[in-house]
């Protein structure tokens, strides 16, 4: 089974620390995706990879940026945490097909207080 | 742009009655569809997908759902539902073109009730 494995399920932060969530998968997918989940509005992709090093922007990368140094792994980092990022944070990967689903953790719930 | 709708954005459904819930897309290019499901407190786990051919996709616990091309709706039903049932369920598509993002709908959440 493809394991995905993000490295909290529960997180609090102060407002304006940089906060590290980490996503791990076991599978060598090369496609890796962050999406952030709020009551009403679905799953909304912040951003993605498709390689080592290579990363994209999705519809909502402000405030957000991200590290891919080995394929297992994909970093989200928030530079400076607000209470506006407060969110449920969801790490998935997929291999390099489209016709694939996507696999994902378990999920990180974020709060900024 | 593509963008999924999902037109429910919650579904009450008594236990053992059949349940549809529906999903209207948008895309200039073909794309290939999914369902997901969310649990409580745990990530999506894919119901099914349709790729190409039959219209009709069978998936897991019993859903299937039904492509219309020109309705470019991918509405995912069940016979019969479970209290188990209960979830979060997303409709989701990639376009087969271009790069590999996953668009996904705002959810419909699912509680059968016994």
């Known amino acids: 089974d493809v394991k995905v494995t993000q490295s909290s399920r529960y997180l609090v932060k102060r407002t304006g620390e940089k906060v590290f969530l980490e996503c791990v998968q076991d599978?060598?997918?090369?496609?890796m995706f962050w999406y952030r989940q709020d009551p009403g509005l679905g799953l909304r992709l912040i951003y993605f990879s498709y390689d080592v090093k290579m990363k994209e922007k999705g519809d909502i990368p402000e405030g957000y940026s991200v590290s891919r140094e080995k394929k297992e792994r994909f970093s989200l980092i928030l530079e400076s945490a607000s209470t506006n990022q407060t969110s449920m944070y969801l790490c998935?990967?997929?291999?390099?097909?489209?016709?694939?689903?996507?696999?994902f953790g378990q999920g990180t719930r974020l709060t900024v207080v | 742009a593509q963008s999924v709708t999902q037109l429910d954005s919650q579904v009450p459904v008594f236990e053992e009655a059949p349940v549809e819930l529906r999903c209207n897309y948008s895309s200039s290019v073909s794309v290939y569809l999914f369902w997901y499901v969310q649990y409580p407190n745990q990530g999506l786990q894919l119901l099914l997908k349709?790729?190409?051919?039959?219209?009709l996709v069978k998936g897991i616990n019993g859903f299937e759902a039904e492509f219309n091309k020109s309705q470019t709706s991918f509405h995912l039903r069940k016979p019969s539902v479970h209290i188990s049932d209960t979830a979060e369920y997303f409709c989701a598509l990639v376009e087969n073109t271009g790069g590999f993002k996953t668009i996904f709908g705002a959810g419909t959440r699912l509680f059968v009730k016994a």
């Open positions: 599978m060598d997918h090369e496609n």
């Open positions: 349709y790729l190409s051919g039959s219209t």
């Open positions: 998935a990967s997929s291999p390099a097909s489209r016709a694939a689903e996507a696999f």
